[in-house]
């Protein structure tokens, strides 16, 4: 909830300089918008948005893999994460929705954003359940008990026709993997695990002996940490982007980091409301 003001002094900032916003870019559209539009006064400056999950070892192969055209015209993405509760963070901040955005924006724009990747268009409508099943009901912060949800399936359909699913359980520390991420395209079809960095991918007319795996890895990391190394990777492309001296954009801009969000937002609203929710109803907002 901070990001939004932080951003607009920084960007109003006369000196130059360029930033790396983590995600959420904003928790709402209107200020995601309203950033965008500072930043247009300033083309001196970089602003790329902190979405690293692009950038795991697994995760990237499998976007070099869809992007190779490997698996023909993508046509579904199913992405699961089950892991732990969210963390307790500085003064709880993360237990309420008028500090994240909710759940579906601060935590999985992530997830959003790798969808629209790999099918390559723009989403036009979200349709979500999910509710507050079991974390944090026993937890009051002065006074107030967390609104945040820990569980939720979410539907993405994009311009292209292609589909996009979340399928989030935040109370599910018995897996072998927390993120679990299938691509889909009309001639063949790819997946990526995490932790495990392990990556298959096959033809359809090669059927299941045809299947390949591999072992994700990337050399230039040293110490996997949180995120597998991601994070790192993340500000070297950063950097990168930086010595081009503006003729490189930054790996992911301002409108990716507004995208997120929005599907995020939709996801929010349409277990709020019960029924699908358009992208051009939120980003009208």
């Not at 820990?150 to 399928?167: C, H, K, P, Q």
């Amino acid at each position: 909830m901070t990001h939004y003001e932080i951003l607009m002094d920084i960007i109003d900032h006369p000196r130059p300089h360029h930033v790396l916003v983590e995600k959420p870019l904003c928790t709402t559209v209107a200020d995601c918008k309203k950033v965008i539009d500072a930043a247009k006064s300033r083309p001196d400056i970089l602003v790329q948005v902190g979405l690293e999950y692009r950038y795991m070892p697994p995760v990237a192969k499998l976007i070099d893999i869809v992007k190779g055209g490997a698996l023909g015209q993508v046509k579904m993405v199913a992405i699961r994460e089950h892991r732990f509760p969210f963390l307790v963070k500085v003064n709880n901040w993360n237990r309420f929705n008028c500090n994240s955005g909710g759940t579906l924006v601060e935590k999985c724009c992530h997830f959003f954003d790798l969808m629209r990747l790999f099918v390559g268009s723009n989403p036009v409508r979200v349709m979500a359940s999910g509710a507050i099943d079991v974390n944090h009901k026993d937890e009051l912060y002065d006074g107030k008990v967390p609104d945040i949800i820990d569980d939720a399936y979410v539907i993405v359909e994009f311009e292209n026709g292609s589909r996009g699913m979340l399928d989030l359980c935040m109370f599910a520390e018995g897996s072998k993997n927390e993120q679990e991420i299938s691509v889909v395209g009309d001639t063949g079809k790819g997946e990526a695990f995490v932790p495990e960095s392990i990556v298959r991918w096959g033809k359809r007319t090669d059927g299941r002996e045809g299947v390949k795996t591999l072992q994700a890895a990337d050399d230039r990391i040293k110490y996997d940490g949180l995120h597998h190394g991601s994070s790192y990777l993340e500000h070297l492309q950063f950097l990168s982007a930086i010595r081009a001296r503006g003729e490189k954009a930054p790996a992911v801009n301002l409108d990716d980091g507004l995208v997120s969000v929005a599907i995020g937002v939709a996801a929010q609203v349409s277990i709020e409301k019960g029924r699908f929710v358009t992208i051009e109803e939120v980003m009208n907002e």
